[in-house]
């Protein structure tokens, strides 16, 4: 493959990665309370107690949920630079780095040098995790482990080195001490397809596997012990509807298993088909050329009656798909649960079109070469759309992406390369060159909706006493983050009890919130600012005339 056109793919991943770490807020709800959450525990110094706060009640409770892995990367970041959004993400987004070695390695394993490459550019370009390192959740990490542990897993059963055991059984540890043994699930299963396919029935009994579980109980033990000392030691606490709750058997078994059955009201997007549709558009631009491989070797197996099998590696094809229908049966599902298998899927997709070029397919190299591109101009009326219609973007950043549009177009009137390059290349182009538009322009643009966060920035800004504020009958998580305070819940006789108390009382409320406030008390309004779930984009808030149609408003707000 050219090497200038690597590098300038490179440069451009890099600057992807750099503006969504510095330039987007946090949006929704779960990067903001997981942000919270960690620094409290920063605040604290507390490295061992997960704690959080109810949103109806403002409770403080122990945090049974997610494992330590993100709070202890979050308040490392703290640590360095102290608490913003952008520290929080910092180490996630270092892990995703180190994702995008262990995938190009891992397609060099599989395959050969030029898949690697290509697997480490589809990953890193894919448009779910390209969001996931600036909306950041315990999915970041979890994608970022797993591709360590499995590339070196690989790496142990071609060598046979007791190095690689070792290191993959950490790697496994930090997976299950970020989201539970979902990871187990996901290297387990690739592995375990990919020794199938390999017919290496001696390798399932290497004694080295023992130093691959000592390895993995060893580099997990920390987030044992902490769960030990919060949770185990105390069966007197009252966790997640019942007592005598051990931590150790949560993180092991209950964490992942609960969600799957639907147990404790897990239930979400129970439908099968959800993450089907949901790959479409969160491994843009290369879902397609994924579901076209399948097809492919679905349709080789029937036609060589399953010889073919034990001649292609079955870890990116049987193995990643076993897990794929596994998740898929879930009662519980959200779009990034399908995250965790495109490092694999990107070793796929890059094997898949470099088999073709291999075996000299042209005819369904260009086929596929006509669909990149209808797929190309799909991103770049989005770019336009978002940037130029939506939320218009500084002069500079237009400038960017005129150079950047043109630079696409040249590239398609002068082709330039073997088929195999010009498959790929005007889609990382366009993925990349949309995606520094929107972390440097329509997410910051965008996130000025998330009132919380406004009011507390207005709120830092001008020094107001914090020990005076309270949220009106619920917590709002962008409110939560951006204020750095937990401030308490009070309802109308709260207030009543503050007032004869002589102190005053400043109140943090959303628009529905205030009809019900202004028919007891006389207010006054301090701050009040345009209010929108961003993370939740819909059709009338992009189209700037119907946007204030679906906009609400947040208030602080002075109790007289």
Known sequence: MPKTEIKFIAVLAFFVLITGLFFPY????????????ATQMFLRNDWVNIVNHHPQTGQVYDYLDKPHLLFWSAM???????????????????MTVAAVLATYRLGRLLYNETVGKMSAIFFVTAQ????????????????????????QLVEFVQRNRWQNALWAGAFLAGGVGTKGMIAVLVVGCVVFFYLLGKRNWKMFFNWKWIIFIGGFFIFLSPVLYCYWLQFDLHPEKFVNGNYNQSGIKFLLWSQSFERFAGDRKYVLYPEFSF??????????????????GVFHRLKELVQTRGASFF????????????????????????????????????????????????????????????????????????????NV????????LLLIAAAGIAYIFFVAINPKGNLLFRSWYPSAIAVLLLNILLNANFYPQSQLYQGGMMVAKQMHKDGVDWGNVYNYKIITRWFDFYSRHWRPVVDDDGIKELQRLGKPVYLY??????????????????????????????????????RPSVTGIVYLVQVL
């Open 509 to 546: 409320v959303s628009d529905y919130l205030k009809v019900e406030l202004d028919k007891s008390f006389a207010t006054r309004i301090i701050y009040q600012r345009a209010d929108f779930e961003v993370a939740g984009l819909t059709t009338k808030f992009i189209n700037p005339a119907t």
């Open 26 to 37: 946090l949006q929704g709800s779960d990067a903001n309370e997981y942000a919270s959450i």
């Open 76 to 94: 490392i970041g703290y640590k360095l630079f102290g608490v913003h959004d952008w520290s929080y993400r910092f180490i996630s987004v270092l």
């Open 389 to 396: 219609w939506a939320f218009p973007a500084q002069f500079i």
């Open 128 to 151: 779910a995790i390209i969001l996931a390192n600036h909306d950041v959740k315990t999915d970041t990490l979890l994608v970022s482990f797993v591709a360590l542990a499995t590339w």
């Open 275 to 292: 993450l089907f549709h949901t790959f479409l558009w969160a491994f843009l631009p290369w879902a397609l050329l994924t579901y076209i």
């Open 311 to 386: 001649k292609r590696e079955q870890l990116s094809f049987a193995g990643v798909w076993a897990m794929f229908i596994v998740i898929s049966l879930s009662k519980f599902k959200l779009p990034h649960y399908v995250n965790v298998l495109f490092p694999v899927f990107a070793v796929f997709t890059a094997g898949f079109l470099f088999q073709l070029y291999n075996e000299h397919r042209d005819k369904f190299l260009k086929a596929l070469i006509k669909l990149q591109w209808f797929i190309v101009g799909i991103l770049l009326l989005l770019l336009v759309v978002l």
